[in-house]
């Protein structure tokens, strides 16, 4: 496998574009060398370079045009431009627009190779040999991963909140790990905290702390996650369900670098960074009131999708061999991967649960395996019986807590009264519930 850095290189000049390949080459890369801007793109829908090079001027599509396509699917992707003399005034406004530099025909070797080993972040440009920032727990040959990876190893040099949003399962904290890892502060603590996994009257004291006698219980002082974390990260997954009372001294928390434990009579300075994650909108929770809009743009300072499985199926035979190896070791069986038929089973399934939902499958398998790969019949077993482990937390409580709603309100003909009261909750705050799940009163009279 060729692990040099690859680089895309445009140009509808057909000796500018072979010289360019031999003088990439010669110097440690790899180069990709396409006759149009059209091509160009085809070739990023297969697989993402390093870097763009492309000549300002060609028939089509022209190197302006081709930047801008490229920048809007992905802006991390530097880009440079070649310029004739007579163009030197649109190269340096596409260099205002964000292509990362540019380069005046004719140039020297020496002078291409120095800006495009800063394009890949290389700090060694005299040998143009790149180095990128890796992430060895992440398993992954797609392109949409490795842009995203692009993205991360760029804000992880930066102290800027940042926001995971994905589906569940796709891994989200293992991506907050990777920010840490990428940071200035990978020697210091990376503390994770599931807010939708604590009762909310403990989440409080499990963040901020609480002091000695501050609640029943409480016999001793205690530090909380953001004291424990100092000089680190703070991840906060599912943060779309932290109450929103506690969302107001997140904010507090943000805006002055300090908490006060729980019956605490002062504050306590801290110097953490805060990645969040979450699979809800929370742009309709802002809407719903669910959410504080001043707290979403603190956290929201650089916002990382991460894509599901189905979107990235050339990571499903990866992934699944990866957690094999990891099984295989872990329980002591011999088992080296998957049969034919069974691996392709794999490429074709849905996969709601994403890679959670992979490994529950690959874990299943390996556990009723006989043989050294493990072979389709098994395969559809495990994606027959879709384990109820796939709903996070968050979402197993959302659909229980609709059922319940449902039930009581069956049972008491729509009487919110009555339901609330069942509930031991009030009344307002039932209707608050009812309104959350969208469940009007109206529809369990006409029940009756």
Known sequence: MNTATSVLVVDDDADLLRLLGMRLQSS??????????????????????????TDLRMQGMDGMALFERIHAADPSLPVIILTAHGTIPDAVAAAQNGVFGYLTKPFEAPELLALLARA??????????????????????????????????????????????GESGTGKEMLARAVHQASMRKRGPFVAINCAAIPEALLESELFGHAKGAFT????????????????????????????????????????????????????PVDVRIVSATHRDLEAAIAEQQFREDLYYRLNVVNLHI????????????????????LAKKHGRRIIGFVPDALDLLMRADWPG????????????????TTVRIPAALVTRALRNKPTEILSYAEAKDHFERDYLVNLMKLTGGQVTEAARLAQRNRTEFYRLLQKHALSPALFKSLD
């Open 217 to 268: 219980g409480a016999e001793t002082s205690r530090k909380g996650l953001f004291q424990t974390a100092q000089g680190g990260t703070v991840f906060l997954d599912e943060i779309g369900d932290m109450p929103i009372a506690l969302q107001a001294k997140l904010l507090r928390v943000l805006q002055e670098r300090e908490v006060r434990p729980v019956g605490a009579s002062q504050s306590v």
């Open 120 to 165: 890949v972040g290389s700090g060694s440009p005299e040998t143009g040999k790149p180095a990128r920032v890796r992430f060895p727990d992440i398993v992954t040959v797609s392109p949409l991963m490795n842009a995203l990876l692009d993205e991360v190893a760029l804000v992880g040099a930066s102290e800027a909140s940042v926001l995971i949003q």
């Open 28 to 53: 440690g890369y790899r180069p990709i060398t396409v006759a149009s801007g059209e091509e160009a793109l085809a070739r990023l829908a297969v697989s993402r370079p390093r870097a763009v090079i």
């Open 307 to 326: 894509p599901p499985l189905r979107e990235r199926r050339e990571d499903i035979g990866p992934l699944a061999q990866h957690f094999v190896d990891l």
């Open 354 to 369: 994403n890679i959670r939902q992979l490994m529950n499958v690959v874990e299943q398998c390996c556990a009723l395996c």
